[in-house]
Nanobody, 122 residues
Framework: QVQLVESGGGLVQTGGSLRLSCTAS????????MGWYRQPPEKQRELVAT???????IYADSVKGRFTISRDNAKKTMYLQMNNLKPEDTAVYYC????????????????WGQGTQVTVSS
């Protein structure tokens, strides 16, 4: 079992910045992928960014150049630095963890945090 706790959401004006954190606890395998997903109002959940334990990253096109994902494996914590925020970034942001066999092969169960609200006002 893995538990994920997010923090750092809030209300910010267009052009502002926020940093989200996600701390994992429980049985964490050394080879894993953690990521951020978001669900805008009345829309489906979508990928924001992911990073494997070896440092490989994936970003959604909509956030490239504005958001940066990072990890502190020793602290089992992942971050999402969000700069130049736009109203369309408004969503509930979820932390995700799953075990991987390689950087492209996922195995085991997906775990999710409870979500943290990010609201960007225009």
């Amino acid at each position: 079992q893995v538990q994920l706790v997010e923090s750092g959401g809030g209300l910010v004006q267009t052009g502002g910045s926020l940093r989200l954190s996600c701390t994992a606890s429980g049985t964490i395998f050394s080879r894993n992928q953690m990521g951020w997903y978001r669900q805008p109002p009345e829309k489906q959940r979508e990928l924001v960014a992911t990073m494997t334990s070896s440092g490989a990253t994936i970003y959604a096109d909509s956030v490239k150049g504005r958001f940066t994902i990072s990890r502190d494996n020793a602290k089992k914590t992942m971050y999402l630095q969000m700069n130049n925020l736009k109203p369309e970034d408004t969503a509930v942001y979820y932390c995700n963890y799953h075990r991987i066999l390689t950087d492209t092969i996922r195995i085991g169960t997906d775990y999710w945090g409870q979500g943290t609200q990010v609201t960007v006002s225009s």
